[in-house]
């Protein structure tokens, strides 16, 4: 196993910067207020691998305070303290299952910012990549605009390192065509926000080894048949969850509102839950936690993957329920306001359907705890239905509803728009 633990991560990145000790906040004030910098040349500060934009001395300069270790046990080493912010601007591709089965939709790449910028502001700025490199644009007129419309700390990096959501913009600044985000934004107007949308997302994911086979199952053959594995517990009934454990941790420190995680029905299966959360903040936490189980999944030998039905046969599929309320269905009572909405969504099912995820159609049999896709059907803690009321709702009498409709790789910017546009704009 590779780099086990956010903090070896953090380790791992120390290590290769020849650095005594970390370079954490403590350091840094001590550092900026006593030490001097020493005028550097590339090749002093042998032990740094300096490359790219770096690989200019005054630029290096203007980055790097180090000073002569004056402790025996650091003897001879440069100190070296890294003032720059390392900020990892995420976006989206718009092309979730169109890549095989195991490719994602998510970009990112580091910009390096001189004066950081506090997690949590929206204030770091647009960039842009090259479009025709990502299916978003073609060659000859290829920059997009990255919009930043959210951040937050990165937990793998530490530090005052920043993870950046943006959205996609065309060169004129307009909503590129895979920004569904905006089209979220547009439907905001005082009447839905009065009732105050509420979100839980469960996402559903499937693990895959280096050599494509299902994570855990055995060599050339099958695991036992499903029935132990959902929330199991024991290395026969488990596998995969030192990853499941690091993201979960990710996702904490970054600051996402992740609210569980727990082993699916098909061994190598697993599901996080974001939530309850607001329609903007659901999908970029969402967004970001997908970007998080990738780039962890890296250091793992772990590939996750949200394709609805990875395995054929009797196996359950990957889905993304999407527990939804307004504000009317929580008051005493609602419960009526939940039916009217399961009303509307039963007259909407084929639209719904047709942006719930790319081959959702293998998922959506009528077995493996699914309704099948051309029926739409409700019920009281039933998991065999389109939109389920849980029990707790019911008994209540107000709450929320579950559409176990949308696939693993749907889009959540959809999703929540979906269920806004049908049940309070119709
Ligand atoms: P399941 O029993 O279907 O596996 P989970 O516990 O996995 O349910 O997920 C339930 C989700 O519902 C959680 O993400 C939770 O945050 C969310 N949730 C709870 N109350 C509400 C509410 N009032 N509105 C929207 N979502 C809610
Ligand atoms: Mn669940
Ligand atoms: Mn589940
Ligand atoms: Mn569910």
């Known amino acids: 196993m590779a780099v086990a633990s956010i903090s070896a991560a953090n380790?791992?990145?120390s290590a290769s910067l020849s650095v005594g000790a970390s370079v954490g906040q403590a350091d840094q004030r001590r550092c900026s207020s006593s030490l001097k910098t020493l005028p550097l040349s590339a090749g002093q500060v042998s032990g740094i691998k300096v490359s790219g934009s770096l690989s200019c001395k005054n630029e290096l300069r203007g980055i790097i305070s180090a000073e002569r270790s004056v402790s025996a046990r650091q003897g001879g080493v440069f100190k070296i303290m890294a003032l720059a912010q390392k900020a990892e601007y995420i976006w989206m591709d718009g092309q979730e299952g169109q890549k095989g089965i195991r490719f994602n939709e998510m970009r990112s790449k580091t910009k390096v910012i001189q004066e950081p910028i506090k997690a949590g502001s929206l204030d770091f700025p647009k960039w842009s990549f090259d479009g025709s490199s990502t299916g978003q644009a073609e060659g000859r007129f290829s920059d997009c605009i990255l919009n930043p419309v959210f951040s937050c700390p990165d937990p793998i990096r530490g530090d005052n390192h920043v993870l950046v959501l943006c959205e996609v913009l065309n060169p004129d600044s307009t909503p590129h065509e895979t920004n569904t985000r905006r089209k979220i934004e547009e439907l905001l107007t005082p009447d839905v926000l009065a009732e105050e949308t509420l979100f839980g997302f469960e996402q559903e994911y499937t693990m895959f080894n280096k050599a494509a086979k299902v994570y855990g199952w055995p060599e050339g053959g099958f695991p036992h048949p499903q029935g132990p594995f959902y929330c199991g517990v024991g290395l026969e009934a488990v596998y995969g969850r030192p990853l499941v454990e690091a993201h979960m941790d990710a996702c904490i420190k970054a600051g996402l509102k992740i609210s569980g995680i727990n082993a699916e029905v098909m061994p190598g299966q697993w599901e996080f839950q974001i939530g309850p959360a607001g329609p903007l903040e659901v999908g970029d936490h969402v967004m970001v936690a997908?970007?998080?189980?990738?780039?962890?999944?890296?250091?793992f030998g772990i590939t996750c993957t949200f394709e609805p039905k990875p395995m054929e046969g009797d196996w359950n599929g990957a889905g993304a329920h999407t527990n939804y309320s307004t504000k009317s269905m929580r008051v005493d009572g609602g419960?009526?306001?939940?039916?009217?909405?399961i009303e509307k969504l039963s007259k909407k099912h084929a639209e719904h359907i047709s942006s719930y995820g790319l081959g959702n159609e293998r998922r959506l049999t009528g077995k493996h705890e699914t309704a099948n896709i051309n029926t739409f059907k409700s019920g009281v803690a039933d998991r065999g239905a389109s939109i389920r009321i849980p029990l707790g709702v019911s008994l209540e009498g107000k709450g929320y509803l579950e559409d176990r409709r949308p696939a693993a790789n749907v889009d959540p910017y959809v999703v929540a728009r979906m269920l806004i546009q049908t049940t309070l704009k119709n």
């Open 11 to 13: 380790v791992a990145v």
């Open 335 to 341: 419960i009526k306001a939940i039916h009217a909405a």
């Open 290 to 299: 997908r970007w998080l189980l990738h780039r962890l999944g890296e250091d």
